[in-house]
């Protein structure tokens, strides 16, 4: 696999990934100085390149006085950073190259992903990665984005796995 634009002097290369005997596409893990791991994954035969993030605090990390707020951050990061300030620049990029976009909160982690058609990818890539380094939490988007989650949080009140979660929650965190 070829490290296009990776400088070696920026990573650190890790151990091989375990992948089963079938498995045709190249993989590679790496230590970037920042801290964070990277799989990175050759597929020849894809058309899109795709991207997640897994960040290591989720719904069970919330403050009492500040649930949902894991969530809430899920939501902001969407709409827009210093860079790419457009509240809809990033599902409207990715709507005109063949992308899409989710995000999703567990108790102990939320996870950011897309995917694109190759060709457009770094594009993509500098948008998403952006959203990390200096989102903008904008006064419109936190207003509209708490109704969001509320009115999410609302609707899950009778799920009883949505409940399940909330008391092994509490179990969790006494105080």
């Known amino acids: 696999m070829s490290d296009n634009n ?3 002097d920026s990573y650190l290369a890790l151990d091989d990934v375990v992948k089963g005997k079938s498995d045709w596409r190249q993989y590679r893990s790496l230590l970037l100085p920042n801290g964070i791991t990277c799989v ?3 597929d020849k035969e894809s058309k899109t390149t795709a991207m997640a993030v897994t960040v290591g605090v989720g719904a069970s990390f919330d403050p009492k006085e500040l649930s949902g707020l894991a969530h809430f951050t899920e939501h902001m990061c969407f709409l827009g950073s210093e860079a790419y300030p457009g509240e809809n620049e ?3 990029y990715l709507s005109r190259h063949g992308g ?3 995000a999703s909160t567990s108790m102990s982690h939320t996870t950011y992903h897309f995917e694109i ?3 457009h990818a ?3 890539v500098d948008i998403f990665s952006n959203f990390f380094v200096s989102p903008l939490f904008t006064q419109d988007g936190t207003s509209r984005e708490l109704n969001a989650v509320d009115s999410e949080n609302s ?3 009778t799920n009883d796995g949505r409940r399940r979660l909330q008391i092994l929650k509490a179990l ?3 105080l």
Do not use: E, T
Request: aromatic content about 4%; cysteine-free; proline content about 4%.
């Open 6 to 8: 990776i400088n070696n």
């Open 40 to 42: 990175v994954v050759n």
């Open 90 to 92: 990033y599902k409207q």
């Open 100 to 102: 899409r976009s989710n």
């Open 117 to 119: 058609v190759a060709k």
């Open 122 to 124: 770094d594009h993509a």
């Open 155 to 157: 609707k899950n009140l």
């Open 172 to 174: 969790a965190d006494p």
